[in-house]
């Protein structure tokens, strides 16, 4: 049986939560405020209130998505302390919420605060948004889970595009900040609308972080998600950075990958991204390379099938959970059940027990994902 836990997780996930007005009446410094970079997963009336972004679970201090749903059965409060309850039960478990680091507010060049152009995730990741628009929504053949447009639509306190001496100074000073725990700086963004230009633009962006990191003398990992190019000899540019690289294949299923993801159909197809992932692990390493499934949008058996072909030739699967979010064409297709999240879990852990060079992506700091839980397995 799952750990409680991950049980917990799992209702979180497939339900999100709702907040009491005692909760927002009292949620506040010192604990980290959401903040949308890339996307939107919360009832539109919730954008203007200050919320929790992600949440630690018991005593594994599991991190899980603050994803509010005004239906949800499950309800964040405050009773002397901030719990969570399900409707009906009596009994209620604390909670606790990242802390808000302190170099959320140093300055820029310019005046501009760190917080502009890195976000805190997880708790524990540094997370950049390097470039705030995506060429598949300007030709409308967006990912069809995918709410950067209405998210953007809405205003964001991000810089749309970012220089890479902007993301070594915000880095230098984030990294500064002894107090702050950060484990991993992760790079991600819209894709241009050509493949290579976009794939070389984010190597740049890496190799700048590379030196910021270095600089600190800190033991911080770093993490690049990116669409492959079309030319795969452009992979080399990262051989030398000492990162881990993902490309996503967001479903297995060759229909559904047509369905939901469009635009990365017609710009280079399902198996060209597949390729990519096992060329790169070819460079890189196995054991770096990854590869993001949206776990809950295709069966069990063919996302399962899916990972352990792409374990065996060296690239690492991992779940973030579907999130039905608002302004989306799938925002009223149902989030998986609690039972489905637990099954992707057990299949998601079967195939990193096979594998000794596994390491989760978003190691304790996934709010969307299973990687860790997996890797710790935690649901068997």
């Not at 994803?67 to 969570?84: G, H, K, Q, T």
């Not at 637990?342 to 998601?348: C, I, R, S, T, Y």
């Amino acid at each position: 049986m799952a750990a409680a836990d991950a049980i917990l997780k799992a209702e979180m996930l497939a339900h999100g939560v709702r907040l009491s007005a005692a909760f927002l009446s009292r949620y506040g410094l010192p604990y980290l405020e959401k903040r949308r970079a890339y996307g939107n997963s919360d009832n539109v009336e919730m954008l203007t209130r200050r919320v929790p972004q992600e949440m630690y679970l018991g005593d594994s201090r599991l991190v899980a998505a603050v994803n509010l749903r005004a239906d949800s059965p499950w309800e964040l409060d405050w009773d002397e302390r901030f719990v969570l309850r399900r409707r009906g039960d009596a009994e209620v478990m604390p909670v606790d919420f990242p802390r808000r680091p302190a170099f959320y507010d140093a300055r820029l060049t310019g005046g501009a605060p760190v917080s502009r152009v890195v976000t805190l995730y997880g708790g524990g990741s540094l997370g950049v948004f390097i470039y705030g628009d995506c060429a598949l929504v300007e030709i409308g053949k967006a990912c069809q889970y995918c709410s950067i447009q209405p998210n953007h639509a809405s205003g964001v306190d991000f810089e749309a595009v970012i220089r890479p001496e902007r993301l070594e100074a915000a880095l230098d000073l984030a990294l500064a900040d002894a107090a702050a725990p950060i484990s991993q700086v992760m790079l991600n963004g819209g894709n241009f609308k050509d493949p290579d230009r976009s794939f070389q633009y984010y190597a740049q962006m890496a190799c700048a972080a590379r030196r910021a990191i270095d600089r600190s003398g800190r033991n911080v990992e770093l993490h690049l998600i990116a669409f492959p190019p079309r030319d795969l000899t452009l992979l080399s540019e990262l051989a030398e950075l000492g990162l881990s690289l993902a490309m996503n294949m967001e479903v297995f299923t060759p229909e559904l990958f047509k369905r939901y993801c469009p635009g990365k159909t017609d710009v280079t197809g399902q198996a060209h991204i597949e390729d990519a992932l096992v060329r790169a692990a070819e460079i890189l390493g196995e054991g770096t390379v990854y590869s993001i499934v949206v776990g809950g949008l295709e069966p069990i058996a063919a996302f399962h099938a899916g990972a352990s072909r792409l374990a065996e030739r060296g690239v690492t699967p991992v779940i973030n959970v579907f999130h039905p979010d608002p302004g989306t064409p799938l925002s009223d297709h149902p989030a998986p059940s609690v039972g489905t999240i637990l099954e992707l879990g057990v299949a998601l852990q079967d195939v990193y027990s096979k594998h000794k060079y596994v390491r989760p992506f978003y190691q304790n700091c996934g709010r969307n994902s299973i990687d860790t839980e997996a890797y710790l397995r935690l649901f068997a």
